[in-house]
């Protein structure tokens, strides 16, 4: 995804004296009228002498913007930062998430497994009546009111949101949505 803000950012980037991706941000947010979050922050890795890691970070324009850095020096010394200066932008709702369900209401037990953008789930399932139809039987007719807010609803529940394992799954399983059960998507 390219936009304006990346390229004023790898640009900032390139011609600053900072070193580190926080430093950068920092800057580039005060100079920019913009705030920002960390979204991820990797542990260091180590590599002989290096130190490498991702970080990432939400701007108050929705999306999230991250950066390799590595480091060398130790915690005794100073370290010396450095930073790729290719920068990359995602949305966090075209992040793909691994998602459960599991409702035992009065009529049974109603599972399921399946994989959604955080947009789906928060536009097509949250805060939404989906019927289900006769799922348990003849004149089961099954409709489950889910909570507009993630945390509130305990029906659905994120099983992961990192993207190797999810990208994986789908390879292993061959699936692209619905791994097992009934998936609300479906019936939306």
Known sequence: MENETLKQLEAYSYS???RSAEMVMDHFCA???LSYETYEEEEWS???KYQMREISFILSDGL?????ES???SPFTDWYNQIDNEWYCTDPLDELVLVQLSN????????G???CSRRELEEEILGNCINFGEILGKHSDISLEFHKELADEKDLTILSSDADFITNLQ??????????GHNPLDYS
């Open 16 to 18: 600053t004296s900072d």
């Open 31 to 33: 100079e920019h009228d």
């Open 46 to 48: 180590q590599d002989g």
């Open 64 to 68: 999230v913007y991250g950066v390799c």
């Open 71 to 73: 480091r060398s020096g």
């Open 104 to 111: 035992d209401g009065r009529q049974g037990l109603i599972e």
């Open 113 to 115: 497994l399946f994989i």
């Open 171 to 180: 390879r292993v399983l061959k699936v692209s949505r619905t791994i097992s």
